[in-house]
């Protein structure tokens, strides 16, 4: 026996499938594995077969055609092929985010594709039907250019190479954007971009602060639900850093701020929460500043903070890192607007920023 693969497009109407693998059957042919793709001309179905040794690709394609099947491709296999094909996509996903830099090779690897290139020039919105060449957008600008002799790239195989690229992408951005902050008393933090698994480090900081924080962060609210902090760290539009205490010479790390950002249109809505601990430290403006460029990369015209009057320390920090428009009052509670252009055109005179340098780094 010997393992073949065989594609072919077949309609998409009820019992054309069972006439295809019927047809298989009828010379020996045993279908292992299947995968569908949908596309404008019909169902693609994907078949990994085991068919008898005297069988050539011919009588592969002749056997798909009398099944009904049409656009047929065959080609010999390796036992490889018989790796779930989910289990093998997660595999290829873990492997990314430990080593970004295998993108080219793990795209070869999921498409069998010949070549993987990087261009200057953007990709292609959605790919064309039958194409032998995929662009992929790649999120950081330019385009990764795909070549298969054959197949044909699929649109299922498009959504799927995609997928990979933005996680490599946001994977690097993530590390990219993490940083060790040196305070002015030489105190050390890493600051980061949350992630859902930060959950119970980011409730446990919540229960080490004090009442009177928890109620200037949420505005007299009662305290955030699991699934409220959850939605918190991974915002739809925005991002949530976290400052981080110890994980050096075996401390264990610990979670001691939360600064969060979230679009609301053209402005986004930035909260802090310190651990008392670390505040009046430096801190808050540290994390303010950082919302403030992450604000601007993405296009915001202003920031909006709403606080109590007697949440002096959040007020200090809008005032550091803009020029705050006049506040609006309603009873106790404040909004400041900083509009972004003026935090652009800020003196350099003002206050300096933290020294930071990248994690990881002397």
């Given at each position: 026996?010997?393992?073949?693969?065989?594609?072919?497009?077949?309609?998409?109407?009820?019992?054309?499938?069972?006439?295809?693998?019927?047809?298989?059957?009828?010379?020996?042919?045993?279908?292992?594995?299947?995968?569908?793709?949908?596309?404008?001309?019909?169902?693609?179905?994907?078949?990994?077969?085991?068919?008898?040794?005297?069988?050539?690709?011919?009588?592969l394609v002749t056997a798909v055609e009398r099944g009904r099947g049409r656009d047929c491709w065959v080609a010999r296999s390796e036992a490889r092929g018989l790796v779930d094909q989910p289990t093998r996509a997660l595999g290829l996903a873990s492997r990314l985010v430990r080593d970004p830099d295998a993108l080219g090779e793990v795209l070869r690897t999921l498409l069998g594709a010949d070549t993987v290139t990087w261009r200057p020039a953007p990709g292609q919105d959605r790919p064309r039907a039958g194409a032998e060449t995929m662009r992929l957008a790649d999120p950081a600008g330019g385009s990764y250019e795909v070549l298969r002799a054959a197949p044909a790239f699929t649109p299922a195989e498009y959504a799927r190479a995609q997928a990979l690229v933005d996680l490599a992408a946001n994977v690097e951005r993530r590390a990219a954007e993490q940083v060790t902050l040196v305070l002015p008393d030489g105190a050390?933090?890493?600051?980061?971009?949350?992630?859902?698994?930060?959950?119970?480090?980011?409730?446990?900081?919540?229960?080490?602060?004090?009442?009177?924080?928890?109620?200037?962060?949420?505005?007299?609210?009662?305290?955030?639900?699991?699934?409220?902090?959850?939605?918190?760290?991974?915002?739809?539009?925005?991002?949530?850093?976290?400052?981080?205490?110890?994980?050096?010479?075996?401390?264990?790390?610990?979670?001691v701020a939360m600064a969060n950002l979230v679009a609301e249109g053209v402005v986004g809505a930035v909260s802090l929460l310190v651990e008392e601990d670390w505040q009046r430290r430096g801190l808050g403006g540290a994390l303010a500043r950082r919302l403030v460029a992450y604000a601007?990369?993405?296009?915001?015209?202003?920031?909006?903070?709403?606080?109590?009057?007697?949440?002096?320390?959040?007020?200090?920090?809008?005032?550091?890192?803009?020029?705050?428009?006049?506040?609006?009052?309603?009873?106790?509670?404040?909004?400041?607007?900083?509009?972004?252009?003026?935090?652009?055109?800020?003196?350099?005179?003002?206050?300096?920023?933290?020294?930071?340098?990248?994690?990881?780094?002397?």
């Open positions: 026996m010997a393992l073949w693969r065989i594609r072919a497009t077949v309609d998409d109407r009820p019992g054309y499938l069972a006439v295809l693998t019927a047809s298989l059957a009828l010379r020996g042919v045993n279908i292992l594995t299947v995968q569908v793709h949908t596309t404008e001309a019909g169902a693609l179905d994907d078949f990994l077969v085991d068919a008898p040794e005297r069988l050539t690709a011919a009588d050390e933090l890493t600051v980061r971009p949350a992630t859902g698994d930060d959950l119970p480090a980011v409730a446990a900081m919540h229960a080490r602060c004090s009442a009177q924080s928890r109620r200037h962060r949420y505005l007299g609210a009662a305290d955030p639900t699991p699934e409220r902090l959850r939605q918190l760290l991974e915002p739809t539009r925005g991002i949530t850093l976290l400052a981080v205490a110890g994980g050096v010479d075996g401390t264990p790390e610990r979670v601007g990369r993405s296009g915001h015209a202003a920031l909006v903070a709403h606080a109590y009057a007697d949440n002096l320390g959040l007020l200090r920090v809008l005032h550091r890192v803009g020029r705050p428009e006049p506040v609006d009052s309603d009873g106790d509670l404040m909004t400041v607007t900083v509009p972004l252009a003026a935090v652009t055109d800020q003196d350099p005179s003002g206050p300096a920023p933290m020294r930071c340098r990248a994690a990881g780094t002397a």
